[in-house]
Nanobody, 122 residues
Framework: QVQLVESGGGLVQAGGSLRLSCAAS????????MGWFRQAPGKEREFVAA????????TYGDSVKGRFTISRDNAKKTVHLQMTGLRPEDTAVYYC???????????????WGQGTQVTVSS
């Protein structure tokens, strides 16, 4: 089993920054790709970013490219999402996920956290 706990969400003005964190425990976390998805009210869950097992490769959704950066610290079993240039349309619940393989391949996550709310005011 894997437990994922997100933190760092909150209310921020447009143009501001936030850093989300995800603390992982359970099976060998460092062997699997990790990522972030988000879901806004009334919308489907949207892919945000993913990072492979050793942090050597990352992938981003088109809407966040150039503004968000994903990173991981396998020694601390944590994954971070640095968000800059936030926009009102970034408002959503952000979910941390662990994928079922070492590299992200466009699939959905195998394990999910409970989510953390990010609200961007205009």
């Amino acid at each position: 089993q894997v437990q994922l706990v997100e933190s760092g969400g909150g209310l921020v003005q447009a143009g501001g920054s936030l850093r989300l964190s995800c603390a992982a425990s359970g099976r060998t976390v460092s062997s699997y790709a990790m990522g972030w998805f988000r879901q806004a009210p009334g919308k489907e869950r949207e892919f945000v970013a993913a990072i492979n097992w050793n942090g050597g490769e990352s992938t981003y959704g088109d809407s966040v490219k150039g503004r968000f950066t994903i990173s991981r610290d396998n020694a601390k079993k944590t994954v971070h999402l640095q968000m800059t240039g936030l926009r009102p349309e970034d408002t959503a619940v952000y979910y941390c996920t662990q994928f079922g393989r070492a590299y992200y391949s466009g699939d959905g996550g195998a394990y999910w956290g409970q989510g953390t709310q990010v609200t961007v005011s205009s």
